[in-house]
């Protein structure tokens, strides 16, 4: 029986070296990936730094261009607006100007002649004009009875 035990008790001290091996293994392992995760989280906020480095230079730059772009464009209104040559649009307006009062003393004109003639118009009495037809043309009175 001895021997039994002895089969027995090397069983159970495999078993313990075993179990103890796999646990150690575990720990190293979980050591492994606690390394890796803080390592995998620096990297990230790193990334993340740096990422936020390069947006703010992009949208600086893009402010820069923008002003740039706008002064640049004030810049060339005040030259187009201090330094144009509009002569040729001061013609076109003086020549609009002067059609307009043309038109405006026609209308004028018009207006005058269409209202004298209204003013001086008469509608005779259309019983006035009928005595006038009987003084011209006597109705005897054999017609009437």
Do not use: C
Not at 5 to 15: F, G, H, K, L, R
Not at 89 to 118: G, R
């Amino acid at each position: 029986m001895q021997k039994q035990d002895t089969i027995i008790e090397q069983i159970v001290d495999t078993t313990q070296t075993i179990s103890n091996q796999l646990h150690s293994f575990w720990d190293q392992l979980a050591g492994e990936f606690t390394n890796m995760y803080n390592k995998m989280n620096q990297h990230h906020s790193e990334d993340l730094a740096a990422n936020r480095r390069n947006t703010e230079d992009i949208i600086d730059s893009q402010e820069s261009n923008t002003t740039n772009i706008i002064n640049n464009n004030n810049a060339n209104t005040d030259k187009l607006a201090n330094g144009y040559d509009k002569s040729r649009l001061d013609n076109s307006n003086a020549q609009l100007n002067d059609s307009i009062h043309n038109m405006q003393e026609n209308e004028k004109q018009l207006m005058e002649d269409v209202s004298n003639n209204i003013n001086s118009f008469r509608y005779d009495d259309y019983f006035t004009r009928i005595r006038g037809l009987y003084r011209i043309y006597p109705i005897s009175e054999s017609y009437l009875q």
